[in-house]
């Protein structure tokens, strides 16, 4: 039996456990997709709201942490037969409203002058322009099956919305150890997880990676032991 907390499910395992049920995989594709559906709306309601929205910020370095909570999502993927923790992930999805906060705060660490702080703004928000980023600190039951950057990873991982797009990472780059930027900036990365940064296009050769009509994002991490699933629910 799988157990999962928001603190998802989405391609379909062996089988799955949905509203206190257990499902085995055989059932339909239909059925799949119409349980897939009901959970993003189920995380609809259940997570915080963010907006993809581009333009200008008024943030001044204290607001960081409470922009960080905000853009922040935590899972547990566990299984109660072996009483084992298959797969714990914290991500932060550094969109354009995060990045902007993060210059800010990291201009004042730094003392940056406002020229140096206005291009650091401008070549966040470029990038952001052509790149969804995530900043993500796992750790599984067998750590060395938990690097996303190696062929012997029992993860792989895409970026999901509620329109049927799914899209893989254009760059995984691992975060070898740690150090005071990452820790202080993202408090949950350690040396006891596996850190990377990984980067999804904005855009595809079959459309945007996450449709502008989308209600909700995930990240979805699918191997031989489970799925998981991190949600972002997105404002109008």
Same mark, same amino acid.
């Not at 499902?23 to 594709?29: C, Q, T, W």
């Given at each position: 039996?799988?157990?999962?907390?928001?603190?998802?499910?989405?391609?379909?395992?062996?089988?799955?456990?949905?509203?206190?049920?257990?499902?085995?995989?055989?059932?339909?594709?239909?059925?799949? &997709?119409?349980?897939?559906?009901? #959970?993003?709306?189920?995380?609809?309601?259940?997570?915080?709201?963010?907006?993809?929205?581009?333009?200008?910020? *008024? /943030?001044?370095?204290?607001? /960081?942490?409470?922009?960080?909570?905000?853009?922040?999502?935590?899972?547990?993927?566990?299984?109660?037969?072996?009483?084992?923790?298959?797969?714990?992930?914290? &991500?932060?999805?550094?969109?354009? =409203?995060?990045?902007?906060?993060?210059?800010?705060?990291?201009?004042?660490? /730094? *003392?940056?002058?406002?020229?140096?702080?206005?291009?650091? @703004?401008?070549?966040?928000?470029?990038? &952001?322009?052509?790149?969804? *980023?995530?900043? @993500?600190?796992? $750790?599984?039951?067998?750590?060395? $099956?938990?690097? #996303?950057?190696?062929?012997?990873? &029992?993860?792989?991982?895409?970026?999901? =919305? =509620?329109?049927?797009?799914?899209?893989?990472?254009?760059? @995984?780059?691992?975060?070898?150890?740690?150090?005071?930027?990452?820790?202080? /900036?993202?408090?949950?990365?350690?040396?006891?997880?596996?850190?990377?940064?990984?980067?999804?296009?904005?855009?595809?050769?079959?459309?945007?990676? @996450?449709?502008?009509?989308?209600? *909700?994002?995930?990240?979805?991490?699918?191997?031989?032991?489970?799925?998981?699933? #991190?949600?972002?629910?997105?404002?109008?």
């Amino acid at each position: 039996m799988l157990v999962r907390s928001q603190r998802g499910s989405g391609s379909t395992p062996a089988a799955f456990t949905w509203l206190g049920r257990h499902v085995p995989a055989s059932r339909s594709l239909l059925g799949s &997709a119409i349980a897939t559906a009901m #959970l993003f709306l189920l995380m609809a309601c259940t997570t915080p709201e963010v907006t993809l929205a581009q333009g200008a910020r *008024q /943030y001044t370095p204290s607001d /960081y942490e409470r922009v960080l909570s905000r853009w922040t999502r935590s899972e547990d993927l566990i299984t109660l037969r072996a009483l084992d923790n298959l797969l714990t992930v914290t &991500a932060t999805f550094e969109s354009w =409203d995060f990045r902007w906060a993060y210059s800010i705060r990291y201009a004042r660490d /730094y *003392q940056l002058s406002e020229a140096q702080t206005q291009a650091m @703004i401008d070549r966040a928000m470029e990038d &952001a322009r052509h790149s969804h *980023q995530f900043f @993500i600190a796992l $750790y599984g039951a067998q750590r060395k $099956y938990s690097d #996303l950057a190696t062929p012997q990873s &029992a993860w792989t991982v895409k970026l999901v =919305d =509620d329109r049927g797009n799914e899209t893989a990472p254009e760059a @995984i780059a691992p975060i070898a150890k740690p150090g005071p930027v990452e820790r202080t /900036y993202f408090p949950y990365a350690s040396v006891w997880r596996k850190v990377f940064r990984i980067r999804f296009p904005v855009a595809t050769p079959t459309g945007p990676s @996450i449709a502008p009509d989308a209600r *909700q994002v995930a990240l979805r991490f699918v191997g031989p032991l489970g799925v998981e699933e #991190l949600h972002w629910a997105l404002s109008p």
